[in-house]
């Protein structure tokens, strides 16, 4: 019985096969191709998949990336975002980055917005010109370790944040043509670890830029070779007892916001002094500023509990001290204003509680000025409000003509007010 199965079975085979090597010419006759697993294929769709497959082959070799198509996306900063092309790898490993791009309004530059790589080293590169990387750019790529960006030779401007969180990233290329880094634009990297740790007295100091003192130590001189400091360079600092800054004329804002040991300022140099620079330096007792000064923005000393005296007498040029620029400063007893002031804003003083006398001085007896010239001294609401102790104001002009215009809360809640 087994023998006439399988002889049956065998009978049943040798038929299929007949039938289909007879049915294999009628194919050949309507241009079909059998392909070697049995799939029919059409003669077009048989040269694809042979172009394909030697494209994966041609690939495979040569290590290439694939070239993506542009597309185009929304962006708050500009009306669209253009993914670049990125070209094919480069060598040892490191791959082209692979970000977007906003047209900067008014001008044919572009800001990479972000960027997405591909591998732990990436090189940038753009036909277009690359002239700022923005905030949060890189946010977070906890992957990379390398990145070079030697080639985007117009690129001027590197935002905050903008390689916040890489915590591996051990290499950063930068091109000399960099000139503005913003507000923690390592901060969270490997690299900027290092480059604490190896830097002179803790100053990391890229292209002519002090980017971060965060580990500056004991007295901290910024060399003259420094043309601009990064926002909160200092901030936080736990060790700097002294900073003298004779190079650089802006001082950024919240340069040294927290930094509670610090306790003098050397700054005689500076032009204008940022919003909240030195605010909450509990220890901060001396402050050295320069005829040059024009402008202390809020709360640039505001909350320094130390600070005791402040003078303005020989800042011949400070035009406008802003609002509670050295509110909450309640050791504050003395303040010398030159009579060149045009501003004391509201609050600017506030709750200054142990200030006892302000006085304005003139440096304009020293000239021969015309008896016509009339200064205007505006003193806004609330410029003093709070200083319960502040009994004498002295008005000190000879040359000119003085007008001072306090305004009617100027001085509320002090004894001067109260016995005037």
């Not at 002094?273 to 007792?285: D, E, H, R, S, V």
């Not at 504050?332 to 002031?341: A, E, G, Q, R, S």
Request: with cysteine; aromatic share 8%.
């Amino acid at each position: 019985m087994k023998k006439k199965i399988m002889v049956a079975s065998f009978s049943l085979v040798l038929m299929c096969l007949t039938v289909s090597l007879a049915f294999i010419p009628f194919l050949q006759d309507s241009g079909k191709t059998v392909d070697p697993v049995g799939i029919s294929l059409s003669a077009d769709d048989q040269v694809a998949q042979e172009v394909v497959q030697e494209t994966a082959q041609e690939e495979e070799v040569s290590g290439t990336y694939e070239i993506q198509t542009p597309v185009i996306a929304e962006n708050e900063d500009s009306q669209a975002v253009d993914v670049t092309e990125p070209v094919n790898s480069v060598d040892e490993g490191v791959a082209t980055l692979y970000f977007e791009k906003a047209l900067i309004p008014g001008t044919s530059s572009y800001k990479l917005t972000k960027a997405t790589p591909t591998a732990k080293k990436v090189v940038a590169n753009s036909t277009d010109s690359i002239t700022v990387i923005g905030k949060n750019a890189f946010l977070n790529c906890t992957d990379v370790i390398s990145i070079d960006l030697s080639k985007l030779t117009e690129l001027t401007t590197i935002e905050e944040k903008a390689f916040f969180g890489c915590t591996n990233l051990e290499e950063i290329i930068i091109p000399s043509s960099v000139t503005s880094f913003g507000k923690c634009a390592f901060e969270g990297t490997q690299w900027l670890v290092d480059a604490r740790k190896s830097s002179d007295k803790g100053l990391v100091i890229v292209n002519r830029v002090l980017v971060d003192g965060y580990a500056a130590t004991g007295a901290v001189e910024v060399p003259n070779l420094v043309q601009s400091i990064s926002e909160e360079a200092f901030a936080y600092n736990k060790t700097m007892k002294s900073l003298m800054i004779g190079s650089v004329s802006n001082i950024p804002a919240n340069m040294c916001t927290g930094c509670k040991v610090l306790d003098k300022i050397d700054i005689s140099g500076a032009t204008t002094i940022g919003a909240m620079a030195f605010y909450n330096c509990a220890a901060l007792k001396t402050v050295l500023l320069g005829s040059a000064l024009t402008t202390i923005n809020m709360y640039a000393f505001s909350n320094c509990t130390k600070l005791e005296e402040v003078s303005f007498e020989h800042v011949t040029n400070l035009s406008t001290i802003g609002y509670s620029a050295f509110a909450d400063c309640t050791a504050l007893n003395k303040v010398i204003f030159n009579m060149d002031i045009d501003l004391i804003d509201i609050c600017a003083f506030a709750r200054c509680t142990r200030l006892e006398t302000i006085s304005f001085c003139s440096s304009l007896g020293e000239v021969e000025v015309n008896e016509n010239v009339v200064i205007n001294v505006l003193v806004k609401d609330g410029a003093f409000g709070g200083c319960k102790n502040l009994k004498n104001i002295n008005k000190y002009a000879t040359g000119a003509n003085v007008v001072f215009t306090f305004e009617d809360f100027a001085l509320r809640d002090t004894y001067y007010a109260a016995h005037s």
